[in-house]
């Protein structure tokens, strides 16, 4: 796909993966949608961008149907002029399942799963009407690696693998690419947050988790959307975990059983 007078709509762009990737394509000559709960958070970035594109944040508030419903009708007219649609917005919980908060699972499967399938719904008719386009999904590391103390986040992750899957097929010959990105650890507010909440159970092993730099990574997911890839890989150690998950079960069981720890 080339990366040239098209409109791309990036969800979650205030911070993290996806305010890197908003920078990442601002290198190029596109229209960028930055989507984001307060479009406020983004005006630093959009005055200081040095950039070929037009970056304009819009309101895009994944937490309820409603929700997105207003925000898409917020769009307007560009609604149906989105040619690429990254689905990156998120929320994180971990823990001992028995001690998340459960408004907090709520809200997760909302933004990370249900959320991304309605705003899919949504943009992907008038692509198909055009016979281009492109949808773009965050799995994560976690939608293949089911250890314990991530089991609300991996069964929402999970089911962003099957569906983009799912979709990838459907959508074969239509002239609609679907683009999967199997995130690994981005040193990012998030993985902190992760970091933060597992360490009562992993104690410092979190410490040594591989970590891509945002622009990094945004730089990959750049270069798959223009070359038209299927998969973005995480590489390295997390590349070797995923491996891992086509072991059999008993070999994750081991490992799972030495790290992590029940503390209450």
Not at 87 to 98: K, P, R, S, Y
Request: charged share 20%.
């Amino acid at each position: 796909m080339r990366l040239d007078d098209i409109t791309i709509l990036v969800t979650g762009s205030n911070r993290g993966i996806g305010r890197a990737i908003v920078e990442a394509l601002a290198e190029h000559p596109v229209r960028v949608l930055a989507g984001m709960r307060e479009t406020g958070e983004f005006e630093q970035l959009g005055q200081s961008a040095h950039s070929h594109s037009q970056v304009r944040p819009v309101r895009l508030d994944l937490s309820s149907a409603e929700s997105i419903e207003d925000s898409l009708a917020g769009l307007g007219a560009e609604r149906q002029q989105i040619d690429v649609l990254v689905n990156n917005a998120g929320e994180f919980t971990a823990g001992q399942f028995e001690h998340q908060d459960l408004a907090a699972i709520y809200a997760m499967v909302q933004s990370n799963l249900t959320g991304l399938m309605h705003l899919t719904h949504a943009l992907l008719p008038p692509m198909l009407a055009r016979g281009s386009g492109k949808i773009v999904n965050q799995a994560s590391i976690a939608g293949y690696l089911f250890v314990p103390g991530i089991s609300s986040y991996a069964a929402t992750k999970a089911g962003v693998v099957g569906f983009t899957e799912c979709l990838a097929r459907e959508l074969e010959g239509t002239g609609v690419g679907v683009l999967e990105l199997v995130t690994g650890g981005v040193d990012t507010d998030m993985l902190a947050v992760a970091r933060a909440e597992l360490n009562r159970n992993y104690g410092e092993q979190t410490d040594s988790w591989v970590q891509y730099q945002p622009r990094e990574w945004a730089a990959k997911v750049v270069r798959a959307i223009a070359d038209d890839e299927d998969v973005v890989g995480p590489g390295g150690a997390a590349a070797l975990a995923k491996l891992a998950t086509r072991a059999p079960r008993w070999v994750l069981n081991a490992a799972s059983s030495r790290a992590f720890s029940r503390t209450g």
